[in-house]
């Protein structure tokens, strides 16, 4: 029903920006929130942001609060995370998801996309 892959990742040097896209593909799209989950190394995949299918609620885990911002632009079947002042830390993959509802949780998501690594340098 939706396909989803991410681009955009790479490397980065700490303090710089990075914006990823998530394309979908399926006609209902538009009717999903979209959310963006990463995973470190050696960690559990954590959740990073989410916005409702009329992309006017928005939430952010606090870590990246102020310096990433979730959006889409349903007419292009496509979300995007623009990402500022990125730190180390947010070395990690970073997955795209839709599903029925918004939430923080990976069971909350019915379609994830391949993910693509995000790596920033110290």
């Known amino acids: 029903q939706v396909q989803l892959v991410e681009s955009g990742g790479g490397l980065v040097q700490a303090g710089g920006p990075l914006r990823l896209s998530c394309a979908a593909s399926?006609?209902?799209?538009?009717?999903?929130?979209m959310g963006w989950f990463r995973q470190a190394p050696g960690k559990d995949r954590e959740f990073v942001a989410v916005i409702n299918w009329t992309g006017r609620i928005a939430y952010y885990t606090d870590s990246v609060k102020g310096r990433f911002t979730i959006s889409r632009d349903n007419g292009k079947n496509t979300g995007y995370l623009q990402m500022n002042s990125l730190k180390p830390e947010d070395t990690a993959v970073y997955y795209c998801?839709?599903?029925?509802?918004?939430?923080?949780?990976?069971?909350?998501?019915?379609?994830w996309g391949q993910g693509t690594q995000v790596t920033v340098s110290s």
């Open positions: 399926g006609r209902t799209f538009s009717s999903y929130a």
């Open positions: 998801a839709a599903g029925r509802n918004t939430g923080s949780l990976d069971e909350n998501y019915d379609y």
